[in-house]
């Protein structure tokens, strides 16, 4: 196909909590943008495949643009769960595109933060990017997968926030108005264990807010796990060389709540 058999451009960004799409025109210009759910393609692909073309239709409804079209669209989608290009190779097979690459978040978020420039970009949603891009390389450590990694994000401060709330009731921990927030919120320890069953990183992720709320307010809990968070994000600059006046992006829905 040559360029003028295409339609419009559609960019994506999924993650675990939920996804973004923006709508631009050939030459780049963005005309419209839309939120879905979520979009981890490796905890539930129907799912993401599914939140991600009910964004990329408002998306393209808001832009004026026809939603007959999309079969003529050129789309990027930086994904979290990418594993490879066999699941590229699937998730290409599910869209309507006429062109699509799929990638992991980690290439987008990073070229979405800094573009070309040397820097580090520390992204924190539902999970944790930590990156450096020196010479147009990329960089990348941590960030494996909430099970065994994801310190300091959104997933990870929800879970520290249930963990430490069944400390405190269980008499270890000292009560705090966040760890009342959590039993109120559940309905009690009992609540909380029944969530934490089922629940998946962006279930957790969703108790972030109410962390970062309260630590705000100078809560003990909540200021300790974002004190911890910080600490494991100083860590992980260092083992990337982060030097005084080298370009720090905070980015995601958690990410510049570590500033201070």
């Not at 393209?60 to 930086?78: E, P, Y």
Request: negative net charge; aromatic residues 4%; charged residues 15%.
């Amino acid at each position: 196909m040559t360029h003028d058999d295409f339609s419009y451009l559609i960019g994506v960004d999924g993650g675990g909590t939920g996804c973004r799409v923006a709508v631009a025109s050939l030459d780049g210009r963005i005309l419209a943008e839309a939120k879905g759910g979520r979009a981890n393609v490796s905890t539930d692909c129907a799912e993401a495949i599914t939140n991600i073309m009910r964004a990329t239709h408002e998306a393209v409804q808001k832009a004026g643009l026809s939603v007959a079209d999309t079969d003529r669209a050129v789309a990027h989608l930086g994904l979290a769960g990418y594993t490879g290009p066999e699941i590229g190779r699937q998730i290409t097979a599910l869209l309507p595109f006429a062109r699509t690459v799929v990638s992991e978040d980690t290439n987008t978020t990073i070229v979405g933060a800094i573009e070309q420039e040397d820097g580090y970009v520390i992204a924190l949603g539902t999970g944790t990017i930590i990156a450096r891009q020196k010479a147009q390389q990329q960089t990348c450590i941590g960030g494996w997968c909430y099970q065994v990694s994801d310190q300091a994000s959104g997933a990870w401060l929800g879970h520290g926030a249930l963990e430490q709330t069944l400390l405190v009731v269980d008499g270890i921990v000292q009560a705090s108005p966040l760890s009342q927030r959590m039993l109120d919120k559940f309905g009690g320890a009992a609540g909380i264990v029944q969530f934490s069953l089922k629940a998946r990183p962006g279930d957790f992720a969703t108790l972030a807010p109410d962390v970062v709320e309260t630590a705000s307010a100078g809560d003990t809990i909540g200021t300790t796990l974002m004190v911890r968070g910080a600490e494991y994000l100083d860590s992980a600059l260092r083992a990337l060389d982060h030097g005084a006046g080298d370009i720090l992006c905070l980015s995601g829905g958690v990410g510049p709540h570590y500033a201070p």
